[in-house]
């Protein structure tokens, strides 16, 4: 199956930016952190050498293609398969961007190179940022975050003190919570006096619902995560997505199986969808959502995709979640 865009996916729903346009500029798993909670599974190249990575072209080639088609989002977002500010271009493609559409900039980050002046240049430009931080203390960022060795966490912090200094846009800050590792007192009480000398203009809390890279991983509840948006104070918020229902696919598929009948645009939708499944797992909801489709359309292309060996399925917390093989 052939691909028409290689470097963008979506727009994909998100509890964070309602209806985002990924854009993909670091090969998979690329990144500067190994973290625990990954949704991609581990980090195959643990790096922190910026390199251009992608033609930047063609990037902006299939960015300027959606947009003249008339692209509907909320944000055109950085992200995706790697640390998306590892690429060395990140700024010229930013500014690229607005140049040729209003729909606002986001860049979805780890945070751990805005110790770099040349990082925080590249993203000055943007409407968003949005970093993670999971830790304060070293020994807890160890653990969770699996850094790349010349990384620390008084460099991230203070990278992200002197983004808030430089940057005009809005800074959320993210913080994903694994039960028994970063959820005792002492642990939130030193990302609590990070994110105070952070400053950013949200904090938004954030635990495992889809798969996980280290199978152990526990999700925090949302009472515990209720206290502790409390204990951040009033511009904390929880982002977790705890509420989806269950729902069973598994009575359809020989259904859907048998009256499958593709058009091109039944082939155009599953292209776009293997491709937001090369990037992140999905359940049902969050693909007929983004391709704005019916489940029962949805799980037509699930089954055909399964069938052929392009996708596999996994179940957490009884959500059914599909992702590209």
Same mark, same amino acid.
């Given at each position: #199956?052939?691909?028409?865009?290689?470097?963008?996916?979506?727009? &994909?729903? @998100?509890?964070r930016l309602h209806l985002s346009l990924g854009v993909d500029i670091v090969p998979f798993k690329v990144c500067t952190l190994d973290c625990v909670y990954c949704?991609?599974?581990?980090?195959?190249?643990?790096? +922190?050498?910026?390199?251009?990575? &992608?033609?930047?072209?063609?990037?902006?080639?299939?960015?300027?293609?959606?947009? /003249?088609?008339?692209?509907? *989002?909320?944000?055109?977002?950085?992200s995706g398969s790697g640390e998306p500010t590892l690429n060395s271009r990140l700024g010229e493609m930013i500014s690229e961007v607005?140049?040729?559409?209003?729909?606002?900039? /986001?860049?979805?980050?780890?945070?751990?190179?805005?110790?770099?002046?040349?990082?925080?240049?590249?993203? @000055?430009?943007?409407?968003?940022?949005?970093?993670?931080l999971d830790a304060g203390d070293q020994k807890t960022f160890e653990k969770i975050n699996r850094p790349h060795p010349?990384?620390? +966490?008084?460099?991230? +912090?203070?990278?992200?003190?002197?983004?808030?200094?430089?940057?005009?846009? $809005?800074?959320?800050?993210? &913080?994903?919570?694994?039960?028994? +590792?970063?959820?005792? *007192? $002492?642990?939130?009480?030193?990302?609590?006096?990070? &994110?105070?000398?952070?400053?950013?203009?949200?904090? $938004?809390l954030n635990t495992a619902v889809r798969p996980t890279a280290d199978a152990s991983v526990k999700p925090v509840g949302y009472r515990k995560l209720r206290d502790i948006a409390d204990f951040f104070g009033p511009r904390c918020e929880i982002i977790a997505d705890l509420a989806k229902p269950y729902v069973s696919v598994s009575d359809d598929r020989s259904t859907a199986a048998?009256?499958?009948?593709? @058009?091109?645009?039944?082939?155009? *939708? #599953?292209?776009?969808?293997?491709? #937001?499944?090369?990037?992140?797992?999905?359940?049902?909801?969050?693909? @007929?959502?983004?391709?704005?489709?019916?489940?029962?359309q949805a799980i037509k292309y699930l089954t055909c995709l399964e069938q052929g060996g392009f996708i596999c399925s996994e179940r957490k917390k009884g959500i059914i979640f599909y992702k590209a093989i």
């Open positions: #199956m052939e691909h028409k865009e290689q470097y963008l996916y979506g727009p &994909v729903p @998100s509890r949704q991609l599974g581990r980090t195959t190249q643990k790096s +922190i050498g910026r390199k251009e990575f &992608v033609p930047v072209e063609d990037v902006l080639s299939e960015l300027k293609n959606r947009i /003249a088609e008339g692209l509907t *989002a909320d944000y055109i977002t950085f607005k140049k040729i559409t209003t729909i606002p900039v /986001a860049v979805l980050t780890n945070g751990t190179l805005f110790y770099r002046p040349d990082v925080r240049t590249d993203c @000055s430009n943007a409407d968003l940022i949005l970093p993670s010349d990384i620390n +966490i008084e460099r991230v +912090i203070s990278g992200l003190c002197e983004l808030r200094k430089q940057f005009a846009g $809005q800074i959320w800050i993210e &913080v994903f919570l694994v039960d028994s +590792i970063n959820t005792q *007192a $002492q642990q939130l009480g030193s990302i609590k006096q990070a &994110v105070k000398l952070i400053r950013p203009d949200k904090i $938004q048998e009256s499958a009948q593709f @058009s091109a645009d039944d082939n155009q *939708a #599953m292209e776009t969808l293997l491709s #937001m499944l090369k990037r992140r797992p999905c359940s049902l909801d969050d693909i @007929s959502s983004s391709l704005r489709i019916h489940r029962n």
